[in-house]
């Protein structure tokens, strides 16, 4: 059997803050983090809290601006760095390659549930009639009701809202998966939809990185575990 | 051609040199057609609004040769008409006719003759708003750019208003056109009737304005188009009576109330059409 | 999605007397992006605004801008009819006051209607037809289309000037604080049609805002300007998230969280 395709190197990646309010006072997060992710893979982050996984995840989703180090990713046929991207090719590798499942949903208000899981889809040319249709499969299997899809997310609870974060999240279809804590504000009903969504989506090929505490979410979609060290405070 | 019946002013009243002035700028304002061209006008015996800037024209155009025809409101004997012909009459001493077909030069205030110009006549009208688009903007600097770089849309959005409160046009005279497909341009206070009779005609046809001190031009030939809608068309008034004097049913009609019990007469605005026709019916 | 930007700004500059009113001011905006340029008053965003869209001279720097027929213009030192030429029909402009991009004296109809018009539009049924979609399209209902803006409320006003600036289609949109002024509620439904119109037409957008959450929402790129200079500049979600200038990180910290 033929090796799957690496859809993300990262060499060397080191992250840090610096406050400048609070008298230039520098954080540490991240130093010389090197891995790699093929197709087919679900990489676990596997580290305290605090020790920067989040961090590390907004890296490569381009969130957060690397102080050094490279993260490439396999786009349209080249490997691109995330590190250096000016920001149209940024857009571009968010739109096509890379997709980020947060931990909340940032609710854009007003937006009709069903509008805003279809939006991505909308955004890489695809027709408002299939991506509305494409949208409904997938709350569907997502068992969020279908009386709530012309309704705007602000009022759902947190399982609803997480819901259709990750339904928003899915529907392009993305080569390459970051995941934080995708199914934490799930029931155990939920969770498991979600969990078997993903590990399809993992089978078919889809390249992950995730931040899991649930010890089942890890059981089902983990195929290995990548430890962090632990955060130290530079002086 | 009679003495000059009042010695002591020049000939025709303004100073040669003016005259040279005020012929450079016909000559710009010929070379642009519908282009409003600034000139120094001068104090006339007149207020403004009584036809100062048509005066100055005529003033500086006319010769010793010419016949000079004057008009207003398309009759030769109101008061004005008879007051600006006498006045060239006194200082100019020129040959005065009521007849179209023989004057060399016509000047009106807002109308323009039944009978159709021919080459070598020149027509001067009276204006007493040049800028089309005053109604609009009334700064000059603005509506100075705006006729240079052909910026015109604000004036069908006139013509929009109009037919969306009223349903049609509505102006009924001094019905803005476009000239040489180029130039926005107030024809003056003739009614929408009269604007057919510009385009292109043979004669030429000097606008003045004395009070905004402008003069503008539409030389022999030149295309003439009133604005409108494709699908509001641009249209002439037309009257369900006939001239109750001579009969004609193409002219333009006054519409005149002969006593207390408000019984009205309609005759033709232009008296020496009317006088005309009139002449042929009688085989005169 | 073509390759090639729509607009080119290279080290811009704006000078009065000795006081640089913005300098060395570079980037690069392509079809469909949306750059929010935030700052305070006297960042110099809105000089930055005025210089893009012809308005003000600049004293150095290029603003190429690609037009519709292809060609690649330097506005900066295109001949002034020429540049009010190109403006009027391939560059929106949305003012923060809608009275100082609307005619007050005229309709809604007429107001929309009359870029068209201007572009030759000699159709009655037609302009009509168009301003009515249009004021449908920025959620006013089309029996006010006869009305004077002065009927209008302020929210409605400002939708009515952006209808007026995109009629048109222009590829490219300039918009000085377009919320500012307005009702919170009013700004989060104008924030909405903006998002939504920016989305379907697929147009470039440089927004100058001092409200980072209108930045948020409506943004992918940011632009950060102190005294006149870019300080930072990057993802809106980037900069937001992850300010790297202590200016950022004042502005980003300094907003009151929901």
Not at chain 1, 176 to 196: C, G, I, S, W, Y
Not at chain 3, 116 to 135: E, F, N, T
């Amino acid at each position: 059997m033929s090796a799957q395709p690496i859809l993300l190197e990262v060499e060397g990646l080191a992250k840090g803050f610096t406050l400048h309010a609070q008298g230039g006072v520098r954080l540490a997060v991240l130093e010389g983090i090197d891995l790699r992710v093929a197709a087919g893979e679900c990489l676990v982050l596997d580290a305290p809290s605090g020790s920067g996984k989040s961090t590390l995840l907004r890296a490569l989703y381009g969130n957060y601006r690397s102080d050094r180090g490279r993260i490439l990713i396999h786009h349209r046929g080249a490997k691109v760095d995330v590190a250096g991207a000016p920001p149209r090719l940024l857009l571009e590798l968010r739109r096509e390659t890379i997709g980020y499942v947060s931990q909340f949903l940032r609710v854009i208000p007003r937006v009709p549930t069903l509008d805003l899981v279809a939006e991505p889809l909308a955004r890489r040319g695809f027709g408002a009639a299939e991506a509305y249709a494409k949208a409904a499969s997938l709350l569907e299997a997502l068992a969020l009701p279908e009386r709530l899809w012309p309704l705007a997310p602000a009022t759902f609870s947190g399982g609803e809202q997480q819901r259709v974060n990750i339904a928003r999240a899915l529907i392009a279809e993305h080569p390459l998966l970051l995941l934080d804590e995708p199914t934490a504000a799930l029931d155990d009903e939920n969770r498991d939809r979600v969990l078997a969504l993903l590990v399809e989506r993992r089978d078919r090929g889809t390249a992950m990185v995730g931040i899991f505490h649930d010890a089942v979410a890890r059981r089902k979609l983990a195929t290995r575990l990548f430890p962090l060290p632990e955060r130290t405070l530079a002086a | 051609m009679s003495a000059l019946a009042s010695p002591g002013y020049n000939f025709a009243y303004l100073d040669e040199q003016t005259k040279r002035m005020i012929r450079r700028a016909i000559l710009k304002a010929v070379a642009v057609p519908g282009y409003q061209v600034p000139f120094a006008g001068r104090e006339m015996p007149l207020p403004y609004g009584w036809g100062t800037g048509g005066i100055q024209v005529t003033a500086s155009i006319i010769g010793p040769e010419d016949r000079l025809k004057v008009i207003d409101q398309g009759a030769d004997d109101t008061t004005n008409a008879v007051s600006i012909r006498r006045f060239f009459a006194k200082t100019a001493g020129v040959a005065t006719t009521t007849r179209t077909r023989e004057a060399t030069i016509i000047q009106t205030r807002h109308r323009i003759p039944e009978t159709p110009l021919a080459a070598g006549q020149i027509m001067v009208l009276q204006v007493p708003v040049p800028e089309p688009l005053r109604w609009l903007e009334p700064r000059e600097t603005e509506t100075r750019r705006m006729h240079a770089e052909a910026d015109y849309g604000s004036m069908y959005v006139k013509l929009y208003e109009d037919i969306a409160r009223v349903g049609r046009i509505t102006a009924a005279y001094d019905y803005p056109v476009m000239v040489n497909g180029r130039y926005l341009m107030r024809p003056s206070p003739i009614p929408r009737f009269d604007n057919p009779k510009l385009d292109r005609s043979p004669a030429l046809k000097l606008f003045g304005a004395g009070r905004e001190k402008r003069i503008f031009a539409l030389p022999p030939h030149t295309p003439v188009k009133s604005l409108d809608f494709e699908d509001h068309p641009f249209t002439i008034e037309r009257w369900a009576q006939r001239c109750q004097r001579c009969g004609s049913g193409e002219s333009f009609l006054d519409e005149i109330v002969v006593d207390d019990r408000g019984t009205r007469r309609f005759v033709c605005s232009d008296t020496d059409h009317c006088e005309t026709v009139l002449e042929r019916r009688r085989g005169t | 999605m073509s390759e090639a930007p729509l607009l080119e700004v290279e080290r811009l500059a704006k000078r009065y007397g000795e006081r640089f009113a913005c300098r060395e001011v570079s980037f690069s905006l392509f079809p469909g992006e949306v750059l929010a340029v935030v700052g305070e008053s006297g960042s110099g965003k809105t000089t930055l605004l005025n210089l893009i869209g012809g308005r003000l001279r600049p004293d150095a720097g290029a603003v190429r801008f690609r037009a519709a027929d292809g060609g690649v213009l330097d506005l900066a030192s295109l001949e002034e009819a020429a540049l009010r030429r190109l403006v009027r029909r391939e560059i929106g402009f949305v003012h923060q006051n809608p009275r100082d991009g609307l005619r007050l004296g005229v309709s809604a109809g007429a107001n929309i209607g009359e870029p068209i018009m201007a572009a030759g539009a000699r159709h009655y049924a037609a302009i009509r037809r168009a301003a009515a979609s249009w004021l449908e399209r920025v959620e006013i209902e089309v029996s006010r289309l006869d009305d004077l803006p002065a009927a209008f409320s302020g929210g409605m006003q400002q939708r009515l000037q952006i209808a007026r600036a995109l009629v048109t289609e222009p590829r490219l949109v300039l918009m000085d604080e377009p919320t500012g002024g307005l009702d919170v509620s009013v700004q989060a439904r104008l924030l909405d049609l903006l998002r939504r119109l920016v989305d379907d037409l697929g147009i470039a957008v440089v927004l100058v805002t001092h409200d980072l959450g209108v930045a948020r929402l409506l943004a992918h790129r940011l632009m950060v300007m102190q005294r006149g200079e870019v300080v930072e500049s990057g993802l809106a979600d980037q900069i937001l998230d992850d300010p790297q200038h202590p200016y950022t990180q004042l502005l980003v910290s300094s907003v009151l969280a929901a």
